[in-house]
């Protein structure tokens, strides 16, 4: 199993990252331009990764405040589960974007820098949307 991981401190309560993040609705937001046909619920999500892959994904578990698991449904092109997670620290809350995927050596040559980069997009999107 491949784990990826990129995290990214804000200056807002915990819940009000968790509210953004438990609704998939809000996370065409979150994603880069390469995503097209984009139709989404607030658990489920179906797009497009231009010349590579059609995903589905869907929100597994929720705890609120604190962690949302999202897997890959329908015949993803390797199984892939995604987890955010948000802690509050004080006055600020880090949050955490995990992708857990399982790559063969061939696939993580591959795709491994492209989930990297995909990972440090969606914190860094999550930091410009959500201000105090």
Same mark, same amino acid.
């Given at each position: 199993? *491949?784990?990826?991981?990129?995290? #990214?401190? %804000? @200056? #807002?309560?915990?819940?009000? #990252?968790?509210?953004? %993040?438990?609704?998939? &609705?809000?996370?065409?937001?979150?994603?880069?331009? &390469?995503?097209?046909? /984009?139709?989404? *619920?607030?658990?489920?999500?179906?797009? &497009?990764? $231009?010349? +590579?892959?059609?995903?589905?994904?869907?929100?597994?578990?929720? *705890?609120?405040?604190?962690? !949302?698991? !999202?897997?890959?449904?329908?015949?993803?092109?390797?199984?892939?589960?995604?987890? /955010?997670? #948000?802690?509050?620290?004080?006055? $600020? *809350? $880090?949050? @955490?974007?995990?992708?857990?995927?399982?790559? &063969? !050596? +061939? +696939?993580? +040559?591959?795709?491994?820098? $492209?989930?990297?980069?995909?990972?440090?997009?969606?914190?860094?999107?999550?930091?410009?949307?959500?201000?105090?």
């Amino acid at each position: 199993m *491949t784990t990826i991981e990129s995290k #990214v401190t %804000l @200056s #807002v309560p915990a819940a009000s #990252v968790y509210q953004f %993040l438990a609704d998939l &609705n809000n996370h065409r937001q979150l994603m880069p331009e &390469n995503i097209t046909d /984009w139709k989404s *619920t607030k658990d489920e999500a179906r797009f &497009n990764i $231009q010349n +590579m892959a059609k995903l589905v994904l869907e929100i597994t578990n929720r *705890t609120p405040n604190s962690e !949302i698991l !999202i897997a890959a449904i329908e015949n993803p092109p390797f199984p892939l589960q995604l987890k /955010w997670e #948000v802690q509050e620290a004080g006055t $600020q *809350t $880090q949050a @955490s974007f995990t992708i857990a995927a399982e790559l &063969n !050596i +061939m +696939m993580k +040559m591959l795709a491994g820098g $492209q989930l990297q980069k995909l990972a440090d997009y969606e914190t860094e999107r999550l930091k410009e949307l959500i201000k105090a």
